[in-house]
């Protein structure tokens, strides 16, 4: 099955209903590749537009706890946290967040079969809580919904969403459970419908603030749980890239030192997938394979080759949601203009780059301080994810800003509404203040490093 062009509808994500149920049990040159160079079912949660109540809701964290009904509006309208101090919170000595940029376009994932599990594994830089958990997904073609067919069908099926620990070969075990959430996925979509009177390609999922320790690799796993998941099914949906260009995002990497790491992800960050119930896992491009009809593994040489994790989550009661990727993508491309504003440390920008579709190439990249007018480029940048130094050197203060071009192709990833109010892109004072001349909150997959919105490394 091919992968048809996601809506680009304006969105936000988010409602207000749910119930929390608790679980069970470079060298070689200037010009190289970025990564050479670095049983039963539990009872669905209710659908009534309100306040989120907790209908003996337990979350498992050691002990089970009681949860007191939160009052939860909608958080993406809340303050905006400071980009700065976010990343100076991060822990520098567990994650080696490298490339900022690596997405292409998006692809689905039927959910026909019970058997089916999807599994976003994801790190936190510094402690958290997670009151909700957003992740994107389609119920096009469900019944209640509509629109293009493909993406869900009949009822729309059930979503038991499970967060659950990580075991020691990276795999998610679904016998640790530290909070779970089942509920109609139709339900779930028309809630956000009918607060935000528009689409929405992320769900949330009410996690009752279980609390994370930074470093740490936790998943996040889907399943349709319908009683007929044959004819009753939903789709996740997955960013994608080259599947040489995926770099350790694109395998089981264990190591949180590896380098080449894209997309602002930890190198540790990546889907796995299981179609016998959890029993085995399989990573990179065979993600969405299966042996029902809508089943498809990543391509072996296009740039829709391996899916990546799409995420966020709201650390607290209200205010607006965190992510480390908070992009997806149209396979739009073309010379573009990154501005990215008021840079939370001070650097000295030594490398740029970007991402060309197959067939092209990034070209010459220029970085100027707007500030000093400093400016540097590289020399011609080839196809993939490519990078090259930067002659001179940009000085970038902080609270600079400054902008990123480049003389050939790249991607561009989409910073549509529905991300834009959830994660603050595009917005000047929030964690992503990166737009693109003449396309908003749109992110071109541009970079120059290293990425001053990162905390610097500390080397072994």
Request: glycine share 14%.
């Amino acid at each position: 099955m091919g992968t048809s062009p996601p809506d680009c509808s304006p969105v936000v994500a988010l409602s207000r209903t749910g119930t929390a149920q608790g679980g069970n049990a470079c060298t070689g040159g200037d010009v190289h590749n970025a990564r050479r160079c670095t049983r039963r079912c539990p009872r669905e949660g209710e659908s009534t537009i309100g306040p989120i109540r907790s209908n003996n809701a337990r979350i498992k964290r050691g002990a089970a706890i009681a949860l007191a009904a939160v009052p939860l509006p909608l958080g993406l309208f809340g303050p905006s946290a400071s980009l700065g101090a976010e990343y100076r919170q991060a822990s520098p000595r567990k994650s080696h967040r490298h490339i900022p940029i690596g997405v292409s376009g998006v692809q689905n994932q039927v959910f026909r079969s019970s058997r089916y599990v999807y599994a976003i594994r994801f790190v936190v830089d510094r402690r958290t809580r997670v009151w909700r958990f957003q992740s994107g997904f389609r119920l096009d073609g469900a019944d209640r919904v509509g629109g293009s067919a493909g993406y869900a069908d009949g009822g729309g099926g059930t979503i038991r969403a499970r967060l659950v620990r990580v075991d020691k070969k990276g795999r998610p075990d679904l016998s640790r459970v530290l909070a779970s959430e089942t509920v109609g996925a139709v339900d779930r979509y028309l809630e956000s419908v009918a607060l935000t009177g528009t689409r929405t390609m992320m769900l949330h999922f009410n996690m009752g603030g279980v609390r994370l320790k930074p470093g740490r690799m936790y998943a996040m796993t889907y399943q349709n749980v319908s009683r007929h998941p044959v004819q009753d099914w939903f789709s996740t949906n997955s960013p994608v890239v080259k599947a040489s260009e995926a770099g350790p995002n694109g395998r089981n990497t264990l190591d949180p030192r590896t380098p080449g790491a894209i997309a602002g992800l930890d190198p540790r960050e990546a889907l796995a997938w299981s179609t016998n119930g959890g029993r085995k896992w399989v990573w990179g491009r065979r993600v969405g394979e299966g042996f029902m009809r809508g089943s498809y593994p990543g391509s072996r040489t296009d740039d829709g080759g391996v899916r990546l994790p799409w995420y966020g989550w709201q650390p607290k009661r209200t205010g607006r949601a965190r992510s480390n990727q908070p992009y997806y993508a149209y396979k739009a491309s073309g010379r573009y203009t990154l501005t990215l504003a008021n840079a939370p440390r001070a650097v000295r920008l030594t490398e740029a780059g970007g991402y060309a579709p197959v067939g092209a190439s990034v070209g010459t990249v220029t970085v100027r301080n707007l500030r000093t007018q400093e400016e540097g480029r590289t020399e011609y940048l080839g196809r993939g994810i490519a990078v090259g130094r930067l002659s001179p050197p940009v000085r970038v203060k902080r609270g600079d800003s400054y902008s990123i071009t480049n003389s050939g192709t790249v991607f561009k990833a989409e910073g549509d509404v529905f991300i834009a109010r959830s994660f603050g892109v595009g917005n000047l004072g929030g964690r992503f203040p990166f737009v693109t001349e003449d396309y908003g909150s749109d992110r071109a997959e541009l970079f120059a490093l290293p990425h001053p919105f990162f905390k610097p490394l500390r080397r072994r």
